[in-house]
């Protein structure tokens, strides 16, 4: 079982950044590949990012590829999500999740959310 926080979200003007964590408890937090994922009111849930285990592999959706950075600190069990540039259709609810695997990258435990807000 992990349970995972998120935190850093909160209202930024475009152009502007904002890090997003996602502290992990519980056990076996090193095996798991990560995950962010955003929606938006009346859209879909998209993958953000993604992460291996090791922090050696990542993935990024096109939106957000060149802007965002994912990155994990395993002795601290924690995830992170740098955005950069950040435009208004960036404004959604973020998530982070443990994935059951980094090519499937379908969550098994996931946060509660965090709003971003990004102002024109």
């Known amino acids: 079982q992990v349970q995972l926080v998120e935190s850093g979200g909160g209202l930024v003007q475009a152009g502007g950044s904002l890090r997003l964590s996602c502290a992990a408890s519980g056990r076996y937090f090193n095996n798991y590949a990560m995950g962010w994922f955003r929606q938006a009111p009346e859209k879909e849930r998209e993958i953000v990012a993604k992460?291996?285990?090791?922090?050696?592999?990542?993935y990024y959706g096109d939106s957000v590829k060149g802007r965002f950075i994912i990155s994990r600190d395993n002795a601290k069990n924690t995830v992170y999500l740098q955005m950069n540039s950040l435009k208004p259709e960036d404004t959604a609810v973020y998530y982070c999740a443990a994935l059951n695997s980094y090519q499937i990258a379908r969550g098994t435990y996931w946060g509660q959310g965090t709003q971003v807000t990004v102002s024109s």
């Open positions: 992460i291996n285990w090791s922090g050696g592999s990542t």
